[in-house]
């Protein structure tokens, strides 16, 4: 096998086309991930982990790829960034109001997509159609736009009394979906929703809270030769070197003949890749 590139693995960057194409870097290194498909790929991991934020070698990563101090002092780390709700930057105590600014105090929406079900959830909007495709969702529907991401976190947890937040990542990888009618199921939460709303328009006068009625219909297909019958993944920690041949692409695993490799969780660790 030829080595094709060695350098820290990191989130693959994706083009919303027909299927998706997917860019898997590694170090400064950057390759049409759709173009390995059916190909024996080798991943060994040299036993290296680097702070995706300070660049300092770690034991262990945290949240896919920090060090324990930056983990414990970014705001991307913040409990607030898994319940949006609970944003604190109003208070004054976000731990970087200049990163606040620039990734929360900004236009939000509320979305419905299908990556094994309905579910329901949010984004910046810099971040369409983006987000869906690293769930791994077949499709997606924007429903709402709110200015801040503590609105848009309030709506989604209102929402969640009829519309589930999570999604199987097993029958995700297994691509065991089948279509929804997202406009049906938008119109019928508007149904229940539509007081909410008012109440949140009255209690955030000032900030754009706006139900979309009209919101465009996002469609994704990924490159495949075969779905798994099994969603086993590797452990890099476990399995530092692995000889597979890629199958698929979806969200942002790469799955093989043998298992599916989470690319997100090993965004801090130096690997060499072989083909």
């Known amino acids: 096998m030829e080595l094709l590139a060695r350098g820290r693995l990191q989130k693959m960057p994706v083009v919303h086309q027909t299927p ?18 059916g190909k024996p790929i080798k991943l060994v991991f040299e036993n290296e982990i680097r702070c995706s934020n300070c660049q300092r070698l770690t034991k262990k990563s945290f949240n896919q790829g920090y060090c324990y101090p930056c983990f414990q002092k970014l705001a991307s780390c913040d409990k607030c960034i898994m319940s949006p709700e609970l944003c604190h930057y109003d208070q004054g105590t976000c731990r970087e109001p200049s ?10 929406v509320v979305y419905l997509a299908n990556s094994t079900g309905l579910k329901v959830g949010i984004t910046r909007g810099t971040q369409v159609p983006t ?6 969702a077949i499709q997606a529907l924007p429903i709402a736009s709110v200015s801040t991401r503590k609105l848009s976190g309030m709506l989604e947890n209102k929402l969640r009394e009829w519309v589930a937040d999570r999604t199987n990542w ?14 049906a199921e938008r119109d019928k939460l508007f149904g229940e929703i539509n007081s909410y709303l008012s109440e949140l328009k009255s209690q955030f006068p000032d900030e754009q809270i706006e139900w979309l009625v009209s919101g465009e219909l996002f469609n994704f297909s990924y490159p495949h030769l075969a779905w798994p019958e099994k969603a086993k993944t590797y452990n890099l920690d476990k399995t530092p070197e692995i000889e597979d041949t890629l199958m698929a692409i979806k969200g942002q695993y790469l799955i093989f003949e043998q298992a599916c ?10 690997v060499s890749l072989y083909a």
């Open 261 to 270: 490799l989470n690319i997100r969780k090993y965004g801090a660790y130096e």
């Open 99 to 108: 990163w606040g600014d620039a990734h929360c105090m900004q236009p939000h």
């Open 20 to 37: 998706v194409a997917y860019t898997l870097k590694v170090g400064d290194a950057a390759l049409d991930a759709n173009t390995l498909l």
């Open 170 to 183: 097993r029958k995700m990888l297994k691509h065991e979906v089948e279509e929804i009618d997202l406009l």
């Open 131 to 136: 987000r869906w495709i690293d769930q791994g």
